[in-house]
Structure formats: structure tokens, C-alpha cells
């Protein structure tokens, strides 16, 4: 039972444009929300995380986005640059317990 | 950097070895957490380590076993390889106390098993 959903698989965007990245969990026990970014044969990077007494999130050209009661948050990526592309991996977890991860998101930023 | 350090970074074993993993956690976490990530798959939870004793146990063998030492560093060990074991090992850290803090990841051991 896969508790955290992510979308889309991949995703290309022009340089300057908006990445979107979606997930979905179902497990309501959840309160902790991070985003990491993995480049290949580097181990995953906290990127930006959220908890659920808040709505949304900004951090430099990160945002999440966070609907508690459809269970859903997302990661926009604002002015996409080619230094971003990397795999981006939404995960849940309770306080800072165990973390469940997304199967993630290839993201290619084209030039 | 995280001050989170794996060795070795890539190991090639044959089936039925086993395997010893290292990690050296962040100063000052006393948890550790490895994690097993598949090719193109999201890093799975294997176990969690606080204070030497294990601490959670996700859905995987008991030929997969781990230590974490008085310093806090940690070993993770698989018996009786296989060749689905072939996959990057994660570790990371935390300190769980107080508020606690978030999970820091080594870069990983690549470790395939042919």
C-alpha cells in the first residue's frame, strides 16, 4: 500500500517557467511534510518542508502548497532555472519519525 | 553538506555474501535511520536506530540487521545477498529530543549484488 502518491513521474519545463510537482497521502496521522531534491549519485537534500497548521510555504523560488483536508500538497518551483533539474521526492511522515517517501519526480529544466 | 558520511560509496558483491555498511552520523543526532532506494524508486525505510537500540522496523527481512554505537555511528548488515538487494543504501541522521530536528541523508552506498 503505497501511503504517499506523487505526480507526475517526469516533467520538463522551459528555462523561467513553473515546475509543479503534486502528492497525495492518505495517512491522517501525518503532520510532517518534506520536499527533497536528489541529484544523481548524491544522497536526497531537504529542499523545503511544511506541517499542517499552515496553508503554504515560500522559501526563496519554493513554494508547498499544503490542503489538509483533501490530504494533498504540492512543490512549485517558480522561475525554473537548468540548475534545478534533479529528482524531487515529496515525503510524510509523523513529527520527525520515519519518513514515507514518493516514488518521485524526474525534473529536466530546458534552456 | 550534510556531515553525514556512508562508506564505502559503491561496493559490487556476489549473491549469498554479505555486507557490512557504515555511517557516520551529523554531530550531535543520536538517530539513525537507513533507508534502501531502488533504481528510479523513492528511498524505503528499513530501520531506525536511537540511542543503540532499534527503533521502528519497515517491511524488510531479519537478514537485514544494523548496530549504532556509543558515538552514534551505524553499520547496516545484509546476509545471504541477493540480487534484488543491488540498490542504493541511505542513512541519515536526527536528533530526536525536544522538538527534534529533520533528517539529514549521507550520499549513499550504491551496492549491487551480481
Partial sequence: QQQVKQSPQSLIVQKGGISIINCAYENTAFDYFPWYQQFPGKGPALLIAIRPDVSEKKEGRFTISFNKSAKQFSLHIMDSQPGDSATYFCAASKGYSTLTFGKGTMLLVSP | ?114
Fill in chain 2, 1 to 114: 553538506e550534510t556531515g553525514v558520511t556512508q562508506s564505502p560509496t559503491h561496493l559490487i558483491k556476489t549473491r549469498g555474501q554479505q555486507v557490512t555498511l557504515r555511517c557516520s552520523s551529523q554531530s550531535g543526532h543520536n538517530t539513525v535511520s537507513w533507508y534502501q532506494q531502488a533504481l528510479g524508486q523513492g528511498p524505503q525505510f528499513i530501520f531506525q536506530y536511537y540511542r543503540e537500540e532499534e527503533n521502528g522496523r519497515g517491511n524488510f527481512p531479519p537478514r537485514f540487521s544494523g548496530l549504532q554505537f556509543p558515538n552514534y555511528s551505524s553499520e547496516l548488515n545484509v546476509n545471504a545477498l541477493e540480487l534484488d538487494d543491488s540498490a542504493l543504501y541511505l542513512c541519515a541522521s536526527s536528533l530526536v529530543q525536544g522538538a527534534g530536528t529533520e533528517a539529514f541523508f549521507g550520499q549513499g552506498t550504491r551496492l549491487t549484488v551480481v
